[in-house]
């Protein structure tokens, strides 16, 4: 049994090397890569996933997970080993269900819709990336075909959000979206807030340079990770030491590049915060995109958005920039990054406005994957949504069907459900956090994070997969996700600023 446990645990370590070297060349992709290199690096990656697949679904691994049941049944529920391998039990039933020959024709097809996209997106033209993304609707039927389903986006969620379905996030979802439409309506019938104070001028060096300074007090450790720029801000993490985000600058849109920092800030603190005895295994990143999500749209929203935060980094950020800020008043400037608009950008959304970014994203690729909408269709679909959700359409594909990475870099379904889960398990995770520890709040205010930090540490970061999205969820609020927290906290913070006049 030790030697079974020792070659088992000698194969997850093999498998998340050429895992992160696959992560090097996306992150590469999304960066610094030459344009001529694409073709190359499609072929590259694919290869790469072939191996993964071999590594992940011989026989051999099979039988040592099959021969580690005993083991693993023998140990408490709580047990590292136990938690491992029952983990490992799960990937490889779900990865021996899909052919090799899918998993390299998914990640080419990946590589070059991706490639597509940039050429797309640059020229704000969805026809020249219309063919590979009919190739990907495709591939992501093809892989729901390979499991049993009640609905046929249910596979494809799993892999982000384990146990959850589509018809669970539907239910979630008409919920989130009554509650939050006559509080949109009621709010931006309100006079709008001036948000000129942020729109100006700011240099792009001094911007990153500020942004970096506060998230080394949230806790980023730049001596584990560093910040660089992409098209679509992201974090990735090849190692316990080497853990990345990136971002993206407007110089007359101050809240761009800082909130895209702090919130893949938040997405790095949780990898950061994993135990690094679970390096080289799958319990070595966070458990499921909602509960990742969560962690970052706590810190950009109920820290970075919050009075308390502004009223310690407020005066640091009138210095770096006196010309700009040195006659707005915190009050105005509080006001300006939490104005709400109907506005076309998901990655620019006001807190209320966000979920319906989202929702909408959810509705579209169901109805895609459900064969009710053709991806020829989708920009039109897609305007229409918006007019109908959210009261403005784009006239352009860029800023309308092109603006988010997800479609165009893996598959259709699985992408959107986090988001908007995440924001709801954001709230119910801070208000446990406060309810441990009630100083949190003056402790904001002084431009202190640890005891939060910690908190999070203990609660979520630290097990990174070794228990799933319920159990972590259970552990740190004593309950199972609610909506109501979520939507209490909209509610308070929107009548605050719009109609209350505080």
Not at 115 to 129: E, H, S
Not at 200 to 223: M, R, W, Y
Not at 416 to 440: C, K, M, R, T, W
């Amino acid at each position: 049994m030790e030697q079974t446990l020792h070659a088992f645990k000698k194969r997850l370590q093999e498998i998340a090397h050429v895992q992160s070297a696959m992560m090097m060349l996306e992150w590469d992709q999304s960066t610094y890569m030459p344009p001529a290199a694409a073709e190359a690096r499609g072929a590259q990656l694919s290869t790469l996933g072939k191996i993964v697949h071999q590594l992940s679904t011989d026989d051999r691994f099979g039988k040592w997970i099959e021969e580690l049941t005993p083991y693993r049944e023998s140990l408490p529920y709580d047990s590292d080993d136990a938690a491992l391998i029952r983990h490992a039990k799960r990937d490889y039933e779900r990865s021996s269900r899909v052919s090799e020959d899918y998993v390299s024709r998914s990640l080419k097809n990946a590589s070059e819709t991706y490639n597509a996209w940039v050429a797309a997106r640059k020229a704000d033209n969805f026809k020249l990336v219309e063919s590979q993304l009919e190739k990907t609707l495709d591939l992501s039927r093809e892989y729901a075909s390979f499991f049993p389903y009640e609905h046929i986006a249910d596979p494809l969620i799993d892999r982000s959000d384990f146990g959850m379905k589509a018809t669970t996030i539907q239910s979630i979802f008409k919920e989130l979206r009554d509650g939050l439409v006559p509080l949109v309506e009621e709010v931006t019938a309100q006079s709008p807030i001036d948000a000129s104070s942020v729109l100006q001028h700011f240099p792009k060096n001094e911007q990153i340079q500020f942004g970096e300074s506060v998230i080394k007090q949230l806790g980023f450790d730049f001596n584990r990770g560093r910040q660089d720029f992409a098209p679509h801000p992201f974090m990735i993490k090849f190692a316990h030491g080497d853990i990345r985000i990136t971002t993206r600058v407007k110089e007359h849109d101050f809240t761009e590049a800082f909130f895209s920092t702090v919130h893949e800030t938040g997405h790095a603190l949780y990898e950061l915060g994993i135990d690094p005895n679970y390096e080289g295994t799958p319990l070595h990143s966070g458990t499921s995109m909602s509960v990742h999500e969560s962690q970052s749209r706590l810190w950009e929203n109920i820290v970075g958005r919050s009075r308390g935060f502004w009223k310690h980094f407020y005066p640091q950020l009138q210095t770096a920039f006196p010309t700009q800020l040195s006659k707005t008043s915190l009050e105005s400037f509080y006001r300006a990054v939490n104005r709400v608009e109907r506005s076309l950008i998901r990655t620019d959304a006001d807190e209320l406005t966000y979920n319906l970014h989202v929702i909408i994203r959810f509705d579209l690729e169901l109805a895609m994957l459900e064969g009710k909408l053709s991806v020829k269709d989708l920009p039109e679909a897609w305007r229409s949504r918006y007019q109908s959700d959210l009261g403005i359409s784009s006239p352009t594909d860029k800023d309308g069907v092109l603006q988010d990475i997800h479609w165009y870099m893996d598959s259709i379904g699985g992408s959107f459900q986090g988001y908007a889960l995440g924001n709801i398990l954001s709230v119910q995770f801070f208000d446990a956090a406060v309810q441990a520890h009630p100083e949190i709040m003056a402790q904001i205010e002084k431009g202190e994070f640890s005891t939060l930090h910690s908190w999070l540490k203990q609660n979520i970061y630290q097990f990174g997969s070794k228990y799933t999205a319920d159990e972590i969820i259970k552990k740190a609020t004593g309950k199972e996700m609610t909506i109501a927290p979520y939507l209490n906290y909209l509610d308070q913070k929107y009548r605050d600023i719009y109609l209350t006049g505080k």
